[in-house]
């Protein structure tokens, strides 16, 4: 499940939601009450609040294919 992060506009906190892609998005701040506060950040995940970890991972993956075709050469 991907995980979102939302901003608050009204008071900055921040929070991360793991959501289903179909789910509503958040809207209302847990913090400060405030309805229609929240901003979804784009960039999910993690990469930002997290370090690097996720995307250390992240490029892992998707650097795996051309290391193994490559092995299948040799
Ligand atoms: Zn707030």
């Known amino acids: ?4 992060a ?3 506009r009204f008071c900055g906190s921040t929070l991360e939601v793991e ?7 958040l809207s209302g701040c847990p913090k400060c009450k405030k309805r229609n506060a929240l901003i979804r950040l ?5 990469v930002h609040f997290h370090g690097s970890g996720f995307h250390v991972n992240d490029y ?4 795996d294919k051309p290391k193994k075709s490559e ?3 040799t």
């Open 1 to 4: 499940m991907p995980i979102y």
């Open 6 to 8: 939302y901003e608050c």
């Open 19 to 25: 959501q289903r892609m179909t789910d509503k998005p």
């Open 42 to 46: 784009v960039q999910p995940v993690a």
């Open 60 to 63: 892992a993956k998707s650097g």
């Open 71 to 73: 092995k299948a050469k």
